[in-house]
């Protein structure tokens, strides 16, 4: 390995890069494919094998089999890796920009088995955003391997991860836009190539080991009518809402269930299943459909095809709705990106063969309003537009559908501007991570239009008492140069630690500096100005309510525009 590493090192820039992005790309294209038959691999020996007896016997074993893989994930995600419960695209997110892109073999094969158990096993969750976390861990790793510094992963985690979603949805286009959008948040990132060479390995390793074909069938969609057009924009927005809804309640149970000291960590996600089971059994019971249990895709491809009344696609709605947020909330380890979807198709298959005798819709109006509603499902919860057009047109490969796709995702994009964050940046804020300051702007302009709240220091230490004892403690506990003094919950000024040293001696109060401050909507590039005419090289943020807020240094803002300049490549 060493001479390998050796050997690599000693080749051209462009070409170790090129070299790298390849074996990123096949890695963890491979990786996606492995968890793939992961999970079928599970699925047959529990939930499918369940399927083939009678009703009676087919409720216990489906019992054991969700609830059982939802104990063992349970037990692996609280004792070896917490970062591994939940969909894995936050979590990729924060390793991107918080940790240089660098990840951690636990996190990656805790995140396997546990999502192949709980998926295959029947939760109802889907395999996408698994499969992305994973596959950027294994580039990440595999970035290592080839030398990379802790600083320096980035790329492999990122192109790790675009070839992993090539692979689960066989859509390398949507695997592209999705980690622009939505991971790097630049659709000019310098690491397009990189990207897009990965994403062109990820499907070509599927194609090779499955088959071209994408996740999910869907029919021919032709030339539908000008009355189903005219319903694009309702079920666009009832699909977003639904979206919205199944945010809102995972966001909730999520929350709620982690407050809930009675149940210990590790059993939180079985009675999340056990719940959600409840629920698929008792459709399976009424319809004989198990669309409920795990990805859905048999029920999905059967009403993209044409095949479920409307009284079926509306029950499917409501239990993998109601199914999926239990899934979620609980902590499982599981996506979103097929329920999502699932959930638009139902919406969309509702309204429209609801309406088919009455309007005299088409087959295939019908089935354009239900890949419109999956386009719109899914923006509304991930907010990647280009990506839930192109994910669907991916699956179609039919350019009729471009313009209402366009359409719907236009009609979502507004509705779920309702929510403050996409469902992934609302993880991080609810994990106690602070999104506005998660990444850092594209460019030095935009870097000095962000307001002084984005960057201050919002634990400064104040002095609060001028008594000789109270300077001498603060000097020893703190190696600063300057200090803000307050009184009365009001700034005084500015003690610079000579003068602190000199009033210890004299017995008697520092002489203090006139404060510059600001409030937390004054831009940067304000801050620098102020930075520059302060005696102190301080500048303090205050409110006219709460006083002191932060501050601001010269090494604050220098650190800041390092980090600008170190972007990725």
């Not at 396997?112 to 096993?121: C, S």
């Not at 659709?187 to 990820?202: D, K, T």
């Not at 979103?336 to 309406?355: R, V």
């Amino acid at each position: 390995m060493q001479a390998l590493v050796a050997f690599f090192k000693k080749l051209q820039p462009k070409t170790r890069k090129t070299v790298q992005t390849c074996a990123y790309g096949l890695s963890a294209g491979m990786s996606a494919v492995a968890f793939h038959y992961a999970i079928h691999f599970v699925a047959k020996f529990g939930i499918e094998k369940a399927h083939e007896y009678p009703l009676e016997k087919f409720i216990w074993v489906s019992l054991a089999a969700t609830v059982g893989t939802g104990l063992v994930s349970g037990w692996l995600l609280t004792n070896f890796c917490r970062d591994a419960a939940g969909s894995g695209i936050p979590q990729l997110k924060a390793a991107y920009w918080k940790d240089f892109g660098m990840m951690t073999w636990r996190q990656v094969w805790v995140k396997f088995v546990a999502a192949a158990l709980q998926i295959g096993g029947g939760a109802s969750l889907g395999r996408e955003g698994p499969s992305v976390q994973i596959a950027g861990g294994v580039g990440s790793l595999l970035a290592g391997l080839f030398g990379e510094a802790k600083q320096r992963r980035r790329a492999g985690a990122i192109t790790g991860a675009a070839a992993g979603l090539a692979a689960a949805f066989n859509t390398p286009l949507a695997a592209i836009t999705f980690v622009l959008e939505e991971i790097v948040g630049d659709l000019n990132s310098r690491l397009m190539g990189r990207i897009l060479l990965a994403s062109m390995i990820g499907a070509l390793v599927v194609h090779g080991m499955i088959g071209p074909n994408p996740a999910f069938s869907v029919g021919r969609v032709g030339e539908p009518s000008g009355i189903a057009y005219l319903l694009v924009p309702l079920v666009a927005a009832i699909s977003a809402f639904v979206g919205l809804l199944f945010q809102m309640g995972s966001l909730k149970l999520r929350s709620t269930t982690r407050r809930v000291w009675w149940i210990p960590a590790w059993m939180r996600p079985a009675v999340g299943a056990l719940l959600a089971w409840g629920i698929g059994i008792t459709v399976f019971a009424k319809t004989g459909h198990m669309g409920v249990f795990s990805l859905g895709y048999d029920d999905l491809s059967a009403g993209l095809l044409g095949q479920l009344t409307w009284q079926i696609a509306a029950v499917l709605l409501v239990a993998k709705l109601l199914a999926t947020i239990l899934c979620y909330g609980s902590g499982g380890a599981g996506g979103i990106f097929s329920p999502t979807l699932f959930f638009g198709a139902m919406t969309g298959l509702a309204i429209g063969t609801g309406l088919q005798p009455i309007l005299h819709l088409r087959p295939d109006g019908v089935e354009m309003l239900a890949v419109v509603g999956m386009a719109a499902s899914m923006c509304a919860v991930v907010r990647a537009p280009v990506t839930s057009i192109l994910i669907v047109f991916e699956m179609t490969h039919e350019f009729a559908v471009v313009p209402p796709l366009m359409l719907g995702a236009l009609v979502s994009n507004a509705i779920a501007k309702l929510m403050k964050h996409n469902f992934y940046d609302a993880l991080l804020e609810q994990d106690g991570h602070d999104v506005e300051r998660f990444a850092p702007p594209l460019d030095f302009r935009r870097w000095q239009r962000q307001p002084a709240s984005v960057l201050a220091n919002e634990r400064p230490i104040l002095l609060t008492s001028l008594e000789p004892h109270a300077l001498q403690s603060i000097l020893e506990s703190h190696p600063y140069d300057r200090f803000p003094v307050v009184s009365d919950g009001k700034l005084q000024g500015i003690a610079t630690r000579p003068e602190i040293e000199v009033a210890i001696k004299e017995k008697r109060a520092p002489v203090l500096h006139e404060a510059l401050t600001c409030g937390p909507n004054t831009s940067l590039r304000d801050i620098q100005m102020r930075l520059v005419e302060s005696p102190t090289m301080m500048v303090v943020l205050v409110t006219p309510e709460q006083g002191v807020k932060g501050l601001f240094t010269l090494h604050d803002l220098l650190r800041a525009q390092h980090q600008l300049a170190d972007a990725p490549e």
